[in-house]
């Protein structure tokens, strides 16, 4: 009787923070993408939108991996009702001509720890793109499974000069803030 040993070629090398290559969804209920308006460090208004698809593309190219997220723009609820209504009306997102807010990596950035990721993309309120990055803490990953949480943030004069987004007068601000919690499998 002889022996036969298998040699398997090596996988290819890919990120120590990143699933398998393939393309992963968040299902709904399991991706939470959120707006708040912060005056230094108090957050003066919190609002959260209905995610209505959220992909994550891994490839073997760490430079050709993105993710994107897009909520529908109606769906956005606040701490505060009425700010509510002036967000989703003409002067803030316009809701009924600009029905998505949509997030789209321009690529994906590993550094040197596995629990951290940076993903700079475009933000893209009343289809006008403000540059935002969000700085990912990688809090659950297997070969088929990466669960994120993702915050960024955009100075509100540099949000007000890329697009006609406008926050009520009741509302003081100095930056915008973005949260991703997303469990893509």
Request: charged letters at 25%; hydrophobic letters at 40%; a positive charge.
């Amino acid at each position: 009787m002889t022996t036969e040993t298998l040699v398997l070629p090596p996988r290819p090398s890919r990120p120590a923070a990143l699933p398998d290559p393939g393309t992963y969804r968040a299902r709904p209920g399991r991706c939470v993408f959120e707006i708040c308006a912060a005056l230094g460090p108090l957050t003066t208004l919190r609002g959260r939108f209905a995610v209505l698809d959220s992909r994550l593309v891994v490839d073997a190219d760490e430079s050709r991996t993105h993710l994107t997220v897009e909520a529908s723009a109606a769906s956005l609820r606040t701490t505060r009702p009425l700010a509510t209504r002036h967000l989703t009306g003409r002067r803030g997102l316009a809701a009924r001509h600009h029905r998505s807010v949509r997030f789209e990596s321009t690529g994906l950035e590993t550094g040197g720890s596995p629990e951290r990721l940076s993903i700079p993309g475009m933000l893209y309120l009343r289809d006008a793109p403000v540059p935002v990055t969000l700085s990912t803490r990688v809090v659950g990953r297997g070969h088929a499974r990466l669960l994120v949480l993702g915050r960024g943030e955009v100075h509100y004069s540099a949000l007000r000069a890329a697009c006609d987004v406008r926050l009520p007068w009741s509302v003081p601000t100095g930056r915008v803030r973005l949260l991703l919690a997303a469990d893509f499998r």
